[in-house]
């Protein structure tokens, strides 16, 4: 792809469910091994939040930190793989929650972890193309994962929303660049009707997520000119508290570049919003001219890598809405039995 035209993030927000889970607890219930564990802790979505909910949450933070006229958000785009209806659109529900006008364009992504930034992408696109003014990106999941599986340790829920515009002088940061990297590589699916996915466990690092993951970023760094020691923050999908590092390594990225990206010890993998929520941490602490290589990877299996390049209106906008730390912060945590009413793994009909 060629350099992005006149893209800004004017606004950003994430959210995370106050429930978590420990990974102890889980394994108690199983009879795992405790330092086999993939992560400390996950969120859990409480029994009144999905998809939609959490997205509204985090679109609300965006739009007060972006401070835009409504009436001028041309497209709201909702990456998900656990959208609450299998016919009914997650993007429209969204929208009028928000009190945006009908006359925008909607569409739901699924790329599993990469439909986040897949929504950015095409809000980019709508951008730069000049067919609207400004667009509402989402990436948000209540993950899926079966009783005793290994995802199970991981899968969580979150969200992260990105307000997408021309800059205007105030903006958070600007979109520079952006590549995807795909293939057909089947190492995670979920067929019609089934409530879990599955999982080809050998193909998750390799070919899948290590592959991937550093062709994406080999490509951008390659196209961009630039190189690792230009860049500030590298910000990965993040399935378990060790692919990000594993993955720099392979890049030759110090390792504390990474981590104020690295989230996922504490929230989980919330899938389409795991890497957007770590680019919303960074966000959080970043200061204005710093570049930021954000990477998803959606199982399946592709990449998207985008250049952000942080602006003045980063540190004004900043505290107008919580920061990612402290939703963290709030958590409270349940037990195995409670998770599964919270999960709806528990039928009673």
């Not at 909910?53 to 709201?76: H, P, S």
């Not at 795909?182 to 009707?193: S, Y």
């Not at 680019?279 to 985008?306: H, N, Y």
Request: overall charge neutral.
């Amino acid at each position: 792809m060629s350099r992005v035209k006149d893209v800004a993030i004017l606004g950003y927000g994430g959210y995370v469910p106050r429930y978590r889970i420990k990974a102890s607890e889980i394994a108690r219930v199983w009879g795992r091994e405790d330092d086999a564990l993939p992560i400390k802790e996950k969120s859990v979505n409480s029994i009144d939040e999905d998809v939609i909910t959490m997205a509204i949450e985090a679109c609300r933070y965006a739009l007060r930190r972006a401070g835009i006229d409504l009436r001028k958000v041309g497209a709201v785009n909702v990456g998900s793989e656990s959208h609450p209806y299998a016919v009914k659109p997650t993007g429209t529900v969204v929208a009028e929650a928000l009190g945006i006008p009908p006359t925008h364009l909607s569409a739901d992504l699924e790329f599993a972890c990469k439909a986040g930034t897949e929504a950015m992408q095409m809000i980019a696109g709508l951008v730069s193309s000049g067919l609207i003014e400004y667009g509402i990106a989402v990436g948000a999941d209540t993950a899926q994962g079966r009783p005793s599986d290994a995802l199970e340790f991981t899968a969580a829920a979150g969200a992260a929303a990105f307000v997408l515009g021309r800059s205007n002088g105030d903006e958070v940061a600007v979109i520079e660049h952006m590549v995807s990297y795909v293939t057909d590589t089947p190492d995670f699916w979920r067929r019609a009707h089934e409530r879990y996915p599955r999982h080809a466990s050998r193909f998750t690092g390799e070919p899948a997520y290590f592959h991937h993951t550093v062709s994406a970023v080999r490509a951008l760094l390659e196209e961009t000119g630039l190189r690792v020691s230009d860049i500030d923050y590298f910000v990965f999908h993040q399935p378990n508290y060790k692919f990000p590092y594993a993955a720099a390594k392979i890049l030759q990225i110090p390792k504390e570049k990474v981590d104020p990206g690295v989230v996922t010890n504490v929230i989980g993998n919330t899938y389409a919003a795991c890497s957007p929520l770590g680019l919303v941490r960074v966000l959080d602490q970043a200061k204005p001219g710093q570049k930021i290589v954000l990477t998803s990877f959606g199982s399946g299996a592709g990449s998207d890598s985008f250049l952000i390049v942080t602006k003045d209106g980063l540190e004004r906008k900043r505290n107008l809405a919580p920061l990612l730390d402290s939703l963290i912060a709030r958590a409270k945590y349940i037990d195995y039995a409670r998770y599964l009413r919270h999960r709806e793994k528990i039928r009673t009909s």
